[in-house]
């Protein structure tokens, strides 16, 4: 009976032995049937890498001609930036209230939105081309201020719009706060 294990002892390793040979044919046959270049290559042949090199390059390129397309906005949009910041530095000068002294005779011609406090001197109002007077805000009775009235010291007074309404200058000195834009005549 001893001569039976050892026969079917000796089957068994042959079998595994076989079974081994056949595994490692199988494998060497798939990786040999790899075609060179590919994922499944752990070797990779020139053309691979030039191939794969060149996208990145086509890549770049693209890539490149978007940054300078974004670069050229931004120079835009930077020239915008700077042109509208010139116009608000512009503004701002008509944002608060700048001390004018006008002499005997000379007007003040007020432009739309215009704000007027005369301080000292002696200042009569002129009306716009319809005849439209300036509005004094400081009085209670929302009065009117008409070509010839004289305007009261320290009373805040209201150009609506832009159509020649202002102050004349009476006395030798008039000095005004004054807010908005204007041309002196």
């Given at each position: 009976?001893?001569?039976?294990?050892?026969?079917?002892?000796?089957?068994?390793?042959l079998?595994?032995?076989?079974s081994f040979?056949v595994?490692?044919?199988?494998q060497?046959?798939t990786a040999?049937?790899?075609?060179?270049?590919?994922?499944?290559d752990p070797?990779v042949?020139?053309s691979y890498?030039?191939?794969?090199f060149?996208?990145?390059?086509k890549k770049i390129?693209q890539l490149?001609l978007v940054?300078?397309?974004?670069?050229?906005?931004?120079?835009?949009?930077e020239?915008k930036?700077?042109?509208?910041t010139?116009?608000?530095?512009d503004q701002?000068?008509?944002?608060t209230?700048?001390?004018?002294?006008?002499?005997?005779g000379q007007?003040?011609v007020?432009?739309?939105?215009?704000?007027?406090i005369v301080?000292a001197?002696k200042?009569?109002?002129?009306?716009?081309?319809?005849?439209?007077?300036?509005s004094?805000?400081?009085?209670?009775?929302g009065?009117s201020l008409?070509?010839?009235?004289?305007?009261p010291l320290n009373?805040?007074?209201?150009v609506?719009?832009n159509?020649?309404r202002?102050?004349k200058?009476v006395?030798n000195?008039?000095?005004?706060?004054f807010k908005?834009t204007?041309?002196?005549?």
């Amino acid at each position: 009976m001893l001569g039976k294990t050892k026969k079917t002892y000796f089957i068994a390793v042959l079998t595994l032995l076989l079974s081994f040979g056949v595994l490692h044919i199988v494998q060497a046959v798939t990786a040999a049937s790899a075609e060179p270049g590919t994922d499944m290559d752990p070797i990779v042949s020139q053309s691979y890498v030039d191939q794969k090199f060149d996208d990145a390059v086509k890549k770049i390129n693209q890539l490149s001609l978007v940054i300078e397309d974004l670069n050229s906005e931004i120079e835009a949009l930077e020239s915008k930036v700077k042109s509208l910041t010139a116009q608000l530095e512009d503004q701002k000068k008509y944002a608060t209230f700048q001390v004018i002294e006008l002499k005997a005779g000379q007007q003040l011609v007020a432009g739309e939105s215009a704000e007027i406090i005369v301080r000292a001197g002696k200042a009569t109002a002129v009306s716009g081309v319809n005849g439209d007077g300036l509005s004094d805000i400081t009085d209670d009775n929302g009065k009117s201020l008409y070509t010839g009235d004289e305007i009261p010291l320290n009373h805040l007074l209201l150009v609506s719009r832009n159509d020649g309404r202002g102050i004349k200058a009476v006395s030798n000195q008039v000095f005004i706060l004054f807010k908005g834009t204007y041309e002196i005549k």
